[in-house]
């Protein structure tokens, strides 16, 4: 047995040396300092207790560091995973409660074990069902819904809600209590966040920092925005003034947690399990396959399943709660020169020792500050050029994203991902039931053969030639036999119809019938039917079956000499018609 195959561990720890290590501990230590705000901000988004976010940010990297192919994919919380987990965990409880916490568990390790299954059965091109447009309007629209839900921490006020409407809603009805030291700090941090990721670089570079260290600097930004608001609240004494601060976080090592083994629990969460699954597997695979590209190396999709399975039924088992790659910290982790998935585990380990001595520094820090956080981090998701660019390209699948966003904002997010699927599935079974189809003709002194509409070809009113550019399924196989038919029907001198097969990769038994019953139709009036270009795959199929042996005309190699033979065909036939009965010639009938 390969182990390599599923321990890439084993393959990259060969040849690991000083430089790597060296490269890895550096990365390590920027994607720690920007991990500890975001781990804390997710898990409140979430509905979790801060520290939650800790836990899910140590021993879950540590096995994908084990078992996943990306050198580079930083995993842990993401905004989109938190923002389902809290929607599947708040039918269950009340956020923060213990059956809140439960669910959020048993949400771990569910998805971590749907995971893990469809990694050693190899279904990863199941998040196929995903198309692009879908899953750019579901992040689009949960960015906007995460965004507005931590207003409520912005203003220092109570809000509630998973969709805009009740979001929008009981923001009007409390603003009026706007706590303004909250406000204030808010607003500051927020403003302060955006420019570092707009401005400080440039700065940072015209006060003479180099270009990699100025843009890891300003990556680090929300350390800052957390030193400075933590020691305002200190300086200040904006609790006694109401602002809002995290408290006590336990100074600990994540505990070792069993999910709650209930089946009516596990039953109630499977679909979201399941769509938290494939949100985050599709989110982890793209962001991992766009940093390999930059450095030529590979990723396994379906070892990714496993990598990304393994990581959730430890935060599962250790306290956490959903995770899957983040681009944000990836893109960190990547510039930060990380060159193994040991640059992770050694992330684990600073998270860890910042969980055990650096916790009470964070008493006094602001929920504003970490509201302002997310809201930056997912403001960036939020994409409204991709839409008019899908408009332009494809009206059905801009039908599916605009579902998508539309039922995420007012109905949430799991409502939004099934209309997204539902719809993209829909779309997809009405285009499979009416594949595209030309007729064509030979372009002049060539033997290529273009759709009559779109180019200057030779033709003969005697000879049809179909081009079929899908597999023939029962999708579309009634379809093509209306088409056919109707073709022939408004086109009374066709004496040979050729379909022409280059793009047909597969035949199946539906659509053998369908072609029998045009054999035999167009025979009962005369006309024969070739086929050209037949694939060898699907030529062994045919030849299984007693198709050929009822063909009234023949499978040609070639389009150019099925047409020919056609027309000499046809020429005969008219020449043969043409020449007078000899009886009749002499009088005898």
């Not at 494809?394 to 994203?401: E, H, I, V, Y």
């Not at 991902?417 to 719809?423: M, N, R």
């Not at 037949?534 to 062994?540: I, T």
Request: glycine content about 8%.
């Amino acid at each position: 047995m390969n182990f390599t195959r599923y321990l890439p561990i084993l393959e990259w720890g060969k040849g690991y040396g000083g430089t790597a290590l060296t490269n890895d501990l550096v990365a390590a230590l920027i994607v720690t300092i920007m991990l500890i705000p975001q781990s804390l901000a997710y898990a409140m988004l979430a509905g979790l207790p801060p520290e939650i976010g800790l836990y899910a940010s140590m021993l879950p990297i540590i096995a994908y560091a084990l078992f996943g192919t990306s050198r580079t994919l930083a995993v842990g919380p993401v905004a989109v995973v938190s923002l389902m987990t809290l929607a599947a965990a708040s039918n269950i409880g009340a956020q923060g409660s213990p059956e809140f916490i439960a669910a959020a568990l048993v949400l771990a390790l569910l998805s971590g074990l749907i995971l893990l299954a469809m990694g050693v059965l190899r279904l990863g091109f199941l998040a196929n069902l995903l198309s692009h447009p879908v899953v750019s309007g579901f992040i689009t629209a949960s960015g906007i819904i995460i965004a507005t839900s931590q207003l409520k921490s912005i203003l220092g006020i109570k809000a509630k809600g998973e969709a805009m409407p009740e979001l929008l809603r009981t923001l009007a009805e409390n603003f009026g209590a706007t706590n303004m030291p909250t406000l204030i700090i808010g607003v500051a941090a927020t403003a302060f966040l955006f420019w570092v990721r707009k401005g400080l670089k440039p700065l940072l570079i015209r006060l003479g920092m180099a270009a990699r260290p100025a843009d890891l600097t300003a990556k680090a930004g929300p350390i800052f925005a957390v030193a400075m608001s933590t020691l305002a609240v200190l300086t200040l004494d904006l609790e006694a003034k109401g602002v809002k601060v995290i408290g006590e976080i336990p100074q600990s090592l994540p505990p070792f947690t069993m999910p709650l083994f209930d089946a009516a629990l596990w039953q109630s969460l499977l679909v979201p399990a399941l769509l938290i699954s494939i949100i985050g597997f599709v989110e982890s695979v793209s962001v991992a396959q766009t940093l390999a590209a930059k450095r030529r190396q590979r990723i396994e999709p379906n070892q990714e399943l496993i990598g990304l399975g393994a990581a959730n039924v430890a935060a599962g088992l250790t306290g956490g709660y959903p995770v899957t790659g983040g681009f944000a910290r990836s893109v960190v982790n990547f510039d930060a020169g990380a060159e193994t998935p040991a640059a992770g585990a050694f992330t684990a380990i600073g998270i860890a020792l910042a969980a055990l001595f650096l916790t009470p520094l964070l008493y006094a820090l602001p929920i504003a500050t970490l509201a302002a956080t997310i809201i930056v981090a997912v403001l960036s998701l939020v994409d409204f050029k991709t839409p008019r660019e899908i408009f332009r390209y494809s009206k059905p699948d801009f039908a599916a994203m605009m579902a998508t966003i539309i039922v995420t904002l007012l109905a949430g997010v799991e409502p939004g991902v099934i209309a997204g699927v539902g719809l993209s599935l829909a779309l997809y079974l009405w285009r499979a039931s009416r594949p595209h189809a030309a007729i064509v003709g030979r372009v002049p002194e060539t033997e290529h053969f273009r759709n009559v509409k779109r180019h200057k070809v030779f033709t003969d009113p005697r000879i049809l030639t179909i081009r079929i550019d899908e597999a023939l399924t029962y999708f579309n196989a009634r379809w093509l036999e209306e088409y056919v038919l109707e073709q022939v029907a408004e086109q009374p001198a066709v004496r040979h119809v050729i379909l022409m097969c280059p793009a047909v990769n597969a035949i199946d038994a539906s659509a053998l019938e369908s072609l029998e019953a045009i054999n035999h139709r167009l025979e009962d009036t005369g006309i024969h039917l070739h086929l050209s270009e037949v694939k060898g795959p699907v030529m062994d199929a045919l030849e299984r079956s007693d198709f050929l042996g009822e063909l009234s005309g023949k499978v040609w190699l070639s389009q150019n000499e099925a047409f020919s033979a056609a027309i000499a065909i046809a020429d005969a036939e008219e020449k043969a018609e043409d020449v007078p009965d000899p009886m009749l010639a002499r009088g005898m009938i």
